[in-house]
């Protein structure tokens, strides 16, 4: 499985950006999905991730109500919609594939995960 993150870039703080990753190979329609973010000096944490129906989400508390994940089986594509960005949410983005069922504990971590993809930089500006 390929993931290939994109969709980062500049933006001020108060902006918006959507982030995108195409998986090829494999099995998409059947994986968990997450987003990740590292900041330079930090550990990589979860963001959002969502099951593979798209019946369930999660969210980090620092994200809830400002970023959406979906996601679009038929184009083996993840989606995560940030708006009212912040400089805190300044980081490498990354997007993960796991394959196991849904497990709000284990889809927190990037220890579950099997596949990632390179990673987007996202930087906002106050």
């Known amino acids: 499985v390929q993931l290939q993150a994109c969709g980062g870039g500049l933006v001020q703080a108060g902006g918006s950006l959507r982030l995108s990753c195409a998986a090829s190979g494999g099995f998409f329609s059947s994986y968990v999905m997450g987003w990740f973010r590292q900041a330079p000096g930090k550990e990589r944490d979860v963001v959002a991730a969502i099951s593979w129906s798209g019946q369930n989400s999660y969210y980090a508390d620092s994200v809830k109500g400002r970023f959406t994940i979906s996601r679009e089986n038929a184009k083996n594509t993840v989606y995560l919609q940030m708006n009212s960005l912040k400089p805190e949410d300044t980081a490498v983005y990354y997007c993960?594939?796991?394959?196991?069922?849904?497990?709000?504990?284990?889809?927190?971590?990037?220890?579950?995960?099997?596949?990632w993809g390179q990673g987007t930089q996202v930087t906002v500006s106050s």
């Open positions: 993960a594939a796991e394959t196991q069922t849904w497990n709000s504990y284990r889809i927190t971590r990037p220890d579950a995960y099997d596949y």
